[in-house]
């Protein structure tokens, strides 16, 4: 189309869209659970560039991870920030949003409520650890009811491994007065036999929860496909 000899760039921008398909207008108006995985991830990006609106910057990033949001959980900063238009801070606030959910939704599997068995323990672990490419070791601190007051995240580590000083873990116990603790690492490769150094930390613990009157009530290693449980497996010195 010509005006003044120019020609006139089509408008592409969600301003120009109907106001019902405006995916802020359309959470106001039908709730979030109305929108599609773009459209939540659009005002969450707020504006696009000169070539793409926020939706359309929302499916490139959903693109990258086919879809997939877990995959999404787990990627750098960077690699988001490759997409042009999405900065530090578009990524870090796509970041963020994806913790609370995953926040979330450990907090429903687990909360408050009385640790029951491994199963529940390792299903509320796993989406808590499920973004980490890489090792991580946390702790689990239980009141005398059996409830959990705490959870805590003590070291991390590179892909095949990390590092914990027990002392830090039965020091944060008696600070929360916890009467029990069940202690936990994640398997990034997905392989979740022990190693002869996790069967090492496991005694070491045991040992010195003893020592405390701290009850270990379990090690959990955890992975993208199960668990292996050191209590299940008669693995824990009681």
């Known amino acids: 189309m010509q005006a003044g000899g120019k020609l006139m760039k089509k408008e592409s921008g969600i301003k120009t869209w109907s106001k019902d398909d405006r995916p802020r207008e359309k959470l106001l108006k039908k709730g979030p659970q109305a929108l599609t995985d773009s459209e939540l991830m659009a005002i969450l ?3 696009g560039n000169p070539k793409s609106n ?20 787990k990627r750098p900063l960077r690699e988001m920030m490759k997409i042009r238009g999405i900065g530090e801070a578009k990524a870090m606030t796509i970041a963020a949003a994806l913790e609370l959910g995953r926040r979330r939704q450990s907090t429903m599997s687990l909360g ?9 323990v390792a299903g509320y672990l796993r989406s808590r ?24 995240v003590m070291s ?24 029990s603790i069940i202690v936990c690492h994640n398997h990034p490769s ?49």
């Open 45 to 47: 990006i707020r504006i």
């Open 54 to 73: 926020a939706i359309e910057l929302a499916r490139q990033i959903l693109d990258s991870v086919q879809n997939n949001l877990h995959e999404l959980g």
């Open 112 to 120: 408050k409520s009385t640790v029951k068995d491994s199963r529940e």
């Open 129 to 152: 650890l499920a973004d980490y490419n890489y090792e991580v070791f946390g702790v689990l601190y239980l009141n005398q009811a059996g409830r959990m007051n705490h959870f805590e």
């Open 156 to 179: 991390q580590g590179g892909i095949t491994g990390t590092v914990v000083d027990p002392r830090l873990i039965f020091k944060r116990a008696l600070e929360i007065e916890a009467v």
């Open 190 to 238: 997905g392989n979740l036999k022990p190693s002869k150094a996790d069967e090492i930390l496991t005694s070491k613990l045991s040992e010195g929860a003893k020592l405390l009157d701290i009850k270990l009530l379990d090690h959990i290693i955890v992975g993208d496909n199960g668990y292996f449980s050191f209590a299940d497996e008669g693995l824990l010195k009681r």
